[in-house]
Every structure is written in structure tokens, then in C-alpha cells.
């Protein structure tokens, strides 16, 4: 008779270091080594550590978070600067707003990736964490 292992045994991580981790770049388990190795992409494994990290699956979450965040920024701040100075130049608003948003998606976008990724690996999900758990445990 032979016993699969599950999650259960294994050693919990620790969420929201992981997130914190990812979304300053740097690898969820060890915290030293770079996640990325161009602006979006995910190193195949940590350099510094050697956990693999292409079981990630971020797909299109970073570009919708980001998307979120930035447009609730960005939205609130033209609706208070409208509603602090009514009278500033229309020309003045198409230069900040545009310019400001792209800068602020461009920055936000990697790091979101980054603490998606660090979640993914603290909760085991894509294949993150399938070598800590030997398939046969036991035989009787």
C-alpha cells in the first residue's frame, strides 16, 4: 500500500514575506538573488539560491492590478487638483497626466509581477514546493 503526501506536511511559508520579497525583485525563498533577468522576465532559477522559478504563471494579473491601481491614482488625482484649482491651464493637465501615468504603470508593473510571483511560491501553486514532497511516502 502505498501513501501520497500532501501539502499538509510540508513546512509553511511565510505569505507576505514572499510578497515583500517579490515586489522589491528579489527571490521569494532566499530574499538575495534577482527574480528578474530583463524588465519582465523571470529567471528559469534564483541566482543566488538556485530555486527554480519558471513554474510561475502570472499571465495577465500584474497588467490588470496595475491597470487598477494606477487608474484609482491617477483618477483621484486629477478629480483633487480639479477641485483645488479649477482655472489650471488645460495644456498643463495633458503634459502631468499622461506623463504620470505611464511612469507610474512602468514602475508598478515589474514589482506587482514580482510579489504575484512570491505569492505563487509561498502558497506552492504551478509546481512551486512539488520537489519538497516526495510522491511515495511510505510503503506497507
Sequence with gaps: MTQIA????????????ALWRGFKGRCPKCGEGKIFRAYLKVNDTCPSCGEELFHQRADDAPPYFTIMIV?????????????????????????????????????LLP????????????????????AETPAVLARA
Design 6 to 17: 500532501s501539502d499538509s506536511g510540508a513546512q509553511e511559508r511565510d505569505k507576505w514575506q
Design 71 to 107: 487608474g484609482h491614482i491617477i483618477g483621484g488625482g486629477m478629480l483633487y487638483v480639479e477641485e483645488v484649482n479649477d482655472n489650471l491651464p488645460l495644456w498643463i493637465h495633458m503634459a502631468i497626466w499622461p506623463a504620470l501615468t505611464v511612469i507610474l504603470a512602468l514602475t
Design 111 to 130: 514589482r506587482i509581477k514580482g510579489a504575484l510571483v512570491g505569492l505563487q511560491w509561498a502558497l506552492r501553486m504551478h509546481g512551486f514546493g512539488e
